[in-house]
């Protein structure tokens, strides 16, 4: 079993040019690792299952199961509007402020934007990021619809602060890494640099791999968005992490795998739990989550009905992406018999190839859609005003891809360094095509 597995990730990793991955297994009970390739192209040291890479997006489910922990403790209600434990939240909408609850950061319906926001010059803790929220647009009323919100969970963050009277890092500790048995799981950078761990990489025009500066997505010590997106950890632990959500007897985490908003048409899952994305593929019910910093990619997959999981982290962007994909389908077939198949495109059609050409916006980022008369393609980047104005590197731009159109306003990447994300296009009440979903996040027309 290891040895189909190492051969698979060696070959996989060569062919989109990764440095360095580590794959994880839970089958039956049993953990079975494969580390391949090094830490870093400049100062290379064999990867291990100890190695520590950035889990980015990964921590909202550490965040979410810590608050849970408090619903238990009585500390917390789901129901309870935010405002109760961080009274002097001030966003853009002062109607939504009042009105958006916990469970509504939790499954991303709170209607903020995905709210990445840069760090504070001269405070770089959690409360003055989420005083600066205030900067940030709303997409949706709260409850109305899904919009993936790092922006919410960096705001539980502030829940979790406030109601245990500790920093955000030690309360998660305390109420999820050591119960958990987490030895190796941190989001301190001086933790991290006594250890071995991995370099984030991104390629050059030319292909040439470079270091990813900053580490993390953030200049060091900036904790902001630690609750969103701060954790590290080995592959090693995070097997750990999927074996506690497997065998916890706590009912409320439990809870935490059951449906609470839909998801339309989004490779990411049919629905969100309270953190998790909810997939069944092929019968079989999933629950999981992703992450991507800075050069570094990382997903975790559980069927907890199966007593199976599979964990893939890869230090090189953009194809660490697909390579964490591939390693998931691959475990899939191979040790639960479970083949996930791509959705079949339309012909190509100019009419509605023209309905959905143009720019699309978040906060943050920007999608242009374009087609050349016989292919409609997809481009994604930072907003070049929010690049300019930020005070730290950021991850290049994805180069636009080929995407098939599929029925309903459907769509499916079909290459690309986000090869198979799905998304649809939305419309308004007169036809017109006015937004696009990507990832969970909306992105919505601006030309």
């Known amino acids: 079993m290891q040895e189909k597995l190492a051969e698979f990730v060696a070959a996989k990793a060569a062919e989109l040019g990764i440095p360095g991955v580590a794959v994880g297994l839970l089958v039956d009970g049993e953990a079975i690792t494969v580390a391949h390739g090094v830490t870093s192209t400049a100062n290379p040291a064999p990867v291990d299952d100890g190695t520590l890479f950035h889990l980015a997006s990964v921590t909202k489910s550490f965040t979410g199961t810590a608050l849970m922990r408090l619903v238990g403790q009585g500390k917390v209600e789901l129901a309870a509007p935010v405002r109760r434990y961080v009274p002097d939240l001030v966003l853009s909408d002062e109607e939504a402020a009042e009105r958006i609850t916990v469970l509504h950061l939790l499954n991303h319906t709170s209607g903020l934007d995905w709210g990445v926001i840069d760090g504070d010059e001269d405070d770089l803790g959690l409360a003055r990021h989420v005083a600066r929220m205030a900067e940030l647009p709303m997409i949706a009323p709260p409850g109305t619809r899904a919009s993936y919100s790092q922006s919410g969970y960096n705001l539980l963050g502030r829940v979790i ?14 109420l999820v890494l050591e119960p958990a048995g987490l030895s190796n799981t941190f989001f301190d950078l001086d ?19 470079r270091a990813a500066q900053p580490w993390k997505a953030w200049r060091a010590g900036a904790r902001g968005n630690n609750p969103g997106g701060g954790i590290v950890s080995s592959v090693s632990d995070v097997l750990r992490w999927a074996r506690f959500h497997i065998e916890t007897e706590d009912q409320l985490v439990l809870g935490m795998r059951e449906k609470t908003v839909e998801l339309r048409a989004s490779t990411l899952g049919d629905g969100f739990g309270i953190s998790w994305f909810l997939r069944e593929i092929d019968g079989v019910r999933t629950i999981g989550h992703g992450g ?75 999608i242009d859609v374009a087609t050349d008369g ?18 730290t590197e950021m991850p ?19 290459g690309g360094g986000m090869q198979s994300q799905r998304g649809y296009f939305s419309r308004d009440a007169d036809g017109a095509v006015t937004g696009v979903d990507l990832a969970g996040r909306l992105f919505s027309r601006s030309c």
């Open 161 to 174: 602060e406030n109601v245990t009277g500790l920093p955000f890092e030690r309360a998660v500790s305390e």
């Open 191 to 209: 933790e991290v640099i006594v250890r071995k761990f991995a370099v984030g990489h991104n390629a050059d025009e030319d292909g040439t791999m």
């Open 292 to 366: 991507s910093g800075n050069g570094q990619f990382a997903e975790l997959l559980i069927a907890p009905e199966r007593n199976f999981a599979v964990v893939a982290l890869a230090n090189a962007g953009p194809d660490g992406y697909n390579f964490n994909q591939a390693v998931v389908r691959w475990a899939l077939e191979n040790h639960l018999g479970v083949v996930e198949r791509e959705p079949e495109p339309l012909p190509y059609d100019e009419e509605r190839a023209q309905e959905i050409v143009g720019r699309y916006e978040n906060d943050a980022m920007r």
């Open 374 to 391: 016989s292919t409609v393609t997809l481009g994604v980047g930072i907003r070049p005003e929010i690049r300019a104005g930020s005070e």
């Open 396 to 414: 290049p731009d994805y180069a636009p891809a080929p995407i098939g159109l599929l029925p309903d306003d459907e769509y499916v990447m079909l």
